[in-house]
């Protein structure tokens, strides 16, 4: 079945330096999409960004990821950390059902 | 714009006991979820429903059953609470495509069984 591997457990980071965590993938589908969740604490998980097209730079917030297929991954990175960027990314494949990965915590400190 | 509701909040249990945990959403979503968030293990699909009265097992299905009443509810059973069990659910729900659709998370549930 599909799979989605993320960056393991905590990344801990001071602010103003550039993020970026890891996303790989397995699927058999030629046409997966691929989404980064991120969940602040006592909150629930909302998108961040998603794509489906390969080699083309998505962003938002400030965050941007590109989906490469022929590597099957699909990282995101910020160039400059802020406090607030600290919570919980999960990676995500939709196809005929969705597989997230197990999440990375992202902590920036002053 | 919508809102998903999950009840309760908060659910404590015996163990053995069956509970059942509900979400409703007024999105008017195709496609409703329940996932099992649990620290460190990510958020493991337990079941989901493309429609009304459809049920889909996911990953983590055994020992939950789940039922798709009308679209606006999804409804999720805990068959046999494990002791010293802790975890949170998670209700979601999309549009209708499951794989290019954005999916929209309720507050969760968090359970415990002493």
């Known amino acids: 079945g599909d799979s989605v591997t993320q960056t393991e457990g905590l990344v801990t980071l001071t602010e103003g330096l550039p993020v970026m965590l890891n996303c790989t993938y397995q699927?058999?589908?030629?046409?997966?999409?691929l989404f980064w969740y991120v969940q602040h604490l006592n909150e629930s998980p909302r998108l961040l960004l998603k794509s489906f097209t390969d080699n083309k730079r998505t962003e938002h917030q400030g965050f941007h990821a590109t989906l490469h297929k022929s590597s099957s991954s699909f990282h995101l990175q910020k160039s400059s950390a802020q406090l607030s960027d600290s919570a919980l990314y999960y990676c995500a494949l939709h196809d005929y059902k969705p597989t997230f990965g197990k999440g990375t915590s992202l902590v920036v400190h002053p | 714009g919508g809102i998903i509701t999950q009840t309760p909040k908060f659910l404590i249990g015996q163990e053995g006991q069956k509970l059942t945990l509900k979400c409703q959403q007024n999105f008017n979503h195709d496609t409703m979820y329940w996932y099992r968030q649990d620290s460190g293990k990510g958020l493991r699909l337990i079941y989901y429903s493309i429609t009304e009265n459809d049920l889909q097992k996911g990953d983590l299905s055994e020992g939950y059953d789940a039922s798709r009443e009308k679209k606006s509810s999804f409804s999720l059973t805990v068959t046999s609470a494990q002791k010293n069990e802790m975890a949170v659910f998670l209700c979601?729900?999309?549009?209708?495509?499951?794989?290019?659709?954005?999916?929209?998370f309720g507050p969760g549930t968090r359970l415990l069984v002493l």
């Open positions: 699927t058999i589908y030629s046409n997966p999409f």
């Open positions: 979601a729900s999309s549009p209708g495509t499951i794989n290019q659709d954005t999916q929209y």
